[in-house]
């Protein structure tokens, strides 16, 4: 891809951070979507036979995630990582409303504001990584593996989820005035490949889609504010849209209307690896597959 085009995609770090401290009221109302992959990515840990003592939840969120890890390994100490301190916030707010089933373990988790591509953990150090929907907004996402890989221990798993190439496509092809509108999300492939150069082995991906419907345009785009995905591409256009603008995104959004609704594709890629004990050189070694769902 083009140079000059890449950096029209360059996510400003700090747009990001102030989108997501304002969203931590909303975010768990408007977050179907995220709810409903940690719930398929805590299904896939029923196949994983760990014990991890220590792990870190990379872009926590308002930190159901990592309260759902604490259950299920009562005797890990857990690190909430986000890179918006109010979602950390957020996170601290609910353990009252937790209290009587985490009674025991609330002491053993960790609030830590800080950026997945460069983490203020020791090597070595983490048991799992698990990361729901939030690499997406990593700039260079083989920094982030290598950064991931460093903080986990010899064997240990890396699982995560990320938005892939499809996601939010109706948006994109409605938004034609030159400008980025959505960010540019990596393909399946490309994200095995960089797994494998960060060292993992033979990591295991897959894609599923996921449609969310609306009444019109205004209400998609209510969704997205309410947790925290504004557009921080540098591409983006500055300063308030005019109303053309938005006469131009009703009327080519229209075009996917389907049964009376608007449709929001999401392409979501889930993905778990081990670190290799040391770095191995494979070919092909990632090896994409589809999960069967439970009856």
Not at 188 to 210: C, K, N, Q, W
Not at 216 to 227: A, E, F, G, N, T
Request: glycine share 8%; with cysteine.
């Amino acid at each position: 891809m083009d140079a000059g085009l890449l950096d029209q995609y360059h996510i400003d770090k700090g747009r990001v951070r102030a989108s997501f401290n304002r969203a931590a009221n909303t975010y768990d109302a408007a977050a179907v979507l995220q709810k409903r992959v940690r719930e398929e990515m805590l299904s896939r840990l029923d196949l994983v036979n760990i014990k991890p003592k220590a792990i870190l939840d990379a872009g926590c969120g308002t930190g159901h995630g990592s309260f759902a890890l604490q259950k299920r390994f009562s005797n890990a100490n857990i690190v909430s990582l986000d890179l918006a301190v109010n979602m950390l916030q957020q996170t601290k707010l609910q353990r009252p409303w937790l209290q009587k089933c985490l009674q025991k373990m609330l002491h053993q988790q960790h609030l830590l504001c800080a950026d997945i591509e460069n983490l203020p953990i020791a090597s070595n150090s983490m048991g799992l990584v698990w990361s729901n929907l939030a690499i997406q907004w990593c700039n260079d996402l083989d920094g982030a593996f290598s950064e991931l890989a460093r903080v986990l221990q010899p064997e240990g798993l890396l699982m995560f989820s990320t938005f892939g190439p499809d996601t939010l496509k109706e948006l994109r092809a409605a938004t034609t005035n030159g400008h980025t509108h959505v960010s540019r999300f990596i393909d399946m492939h490309d994200i095995g490949d960089a797994l494998i150069r960060a060292g993992f082995s033979t990591p295991v991906l897959d894609v599923e889609h996921y449609t969310l419907t609306y009444d019109d345009v205004k209400s998609v785009m209510i969704d997205l504010k309410s947790i925290g995905a504004h557009n921080a591409t540098a591409g983006r256009a500055r300063g308030l849209q005019g109303r053309g603008f938005l006469q131009n995104l009703v009327q080519n959004y229209e075009q996917f209307r389907v049964a009376g609704k608007l449709p929001a594709t999401f392409e979501v890629v889930y993905g778990h690896a081990w670190k290799a004990e040391s770095k191995l050189q494979l070919d092909d070694g990632y090896a994409p597959i589809t999960f069967k769902k439970r009856p």
